[in-house]
C-alpha cells in the first residue's frame, strides 16, 4: 500500500532564504508525482507535475526533483516571499493518487 | 474559463440529511475527482470518472454515499443519511489524459465546507 510522508508538518523561514520541502513515497512504481499549493480555505493549485521518467522539472523559483529508487521528492523554492506562505502538498500518481498530508510554510517577513 | 466550479460553497445541515454536492469541470476535461480533506486523514479520493463513466469508486467511505455524472459538464456527490463524521472539505477536480498513468496536472475547484450537526 502506497504511503506518501511529509516532514515537517510545519517550517518557518525567514524571507529571502532558500527552502527545501520533502515527499517520500513508500512504493517506488508510480507513475508521477504532483506538487500543489493549498492557501486557507482554499482549493488546489498545481505547481508542478513529474512524470516517473523525468528527474525534475522548473517553474520559476520552484524546482521539484524526483529519486523514485529512493522514494523522494523535493520541492525547492529560492529567495522565498511572505506570499510563499501556505500549505504544500504533494500527490503520488500509481494505480490510485495518494496525498501527503502536507507541509505548511510560513515565511516571515 | 473559469475553472471547475462546486457549489455550494457552504453546507450546515443536520444529521440524517440528504447532502448533495455539485461539480461542474473545465469544458474538454475528460476525468473527473471527487476528494475529501479532513484534519485527521488529509486529502482522500472519493472516486473518478472518465468520460462520465465511474471507474474507481473504493474510496467512497460507505453505500451512503455515491457520486453521478450525467454528463460531462455536471457531477453530483450525494450524502443520504449525512454523519457528523462526513463533516470535511469536498473537493471536485478535473483534468485531460488517455489514461490514469499520464493525467495531466489536476485542476481544483474551491471546495465545498460541509459541516452536519
Known amino acids: 500500500k502506497q504511503e506518501v510522508t511529509q516532514i515537517p508538518a510545519a517550517l518557518s523561514v525567514p524571507e529571502g532564504e532558500n527552502l527545501v520541502l520533502n515527499c517520500s513515497f513508500t512504493?517506488?512504481?508510480?507513475?508521477?508525482l504532483q506538487w500543489f499549493r493549498q492557501d486557507p480555505g482554499k482549493g488546489l493549485t498545481s505547481l508542478l507535475l513529474i512524470q516517473s521518467s523525468q528527474r525534475e522539472q522548473t517553474s520559476g523559483r520552484l524546482n521539484a526533483s524526483l529519486d523514485k529508487s529512493s522514494g523522494r521528492s523535493t520541492l525547492y523554492i529560492a529567495a522565498s516571499q511572505p506570499g510563499d506562505s501556505a500549505t504544500y502538498l504533494c500527490?503520488?500518481?500509481?494505480?490510485?493518487?495518494?496525498f501527503g498530508k502536507g507541509t505548511r510554510l510560513h515565511i516571515l517577513p | 474559463d473559469a475553472g471547475v466550479i462546486q457549489s455550494p460553497r457552504h453546507e450546515v445541515t443536520e444529521m440524517g440529511q440528504e447532502v448533495t454536492l455539485r461539480c461542474k469541470p473545465i469544458?474538454?476535461?475528460?476525468?473527473l475527482f471527487w476528494y475529501r480533506q479532513t484534519m485527521m486523514r488529509g486529502l482522500e479520493l472519493l472516486i473518478y470518472f472518465n468520460n462520465n463513466v465511474p471507474i474507481d469508486d473504493s474510496g467512497m467511505p460507505e453505500d451512503r454515499f455515491s457520486a453521478k455524472m450525467p454528463n460531462a459538464s455536471f457531477s453530483t456527490l450525494k450524502i443520504q443519511p449525512s454523519e457528523p463524521r462526513d463533516s470535511a472539505v469536498y473537493f471536485c477536480?478535473?483534468?485531460?489524459?488517455?489514461?490514469?498513468?499520464?493525467?495531466?496536472?489536476?485542476?481544483f475547484g474551491p471546495g465545498t465546507r460541509l459541516t452536519v450537526l
Open positions: 477536480a478535473s483534468t485531460v489524459g488517455g489514461a490514469l498513468s499520464s493525467y495531466n496536472e489536476q485542476f
Open positions: 469544458s474538454g476535461h475528460d476525468y
Open positions: 512504493d517506488s512504481a508510480i507513475y508521477n
Open positions: 500527490a503520488v500518481g500509481s494505480d490510485k493518487i495518494i
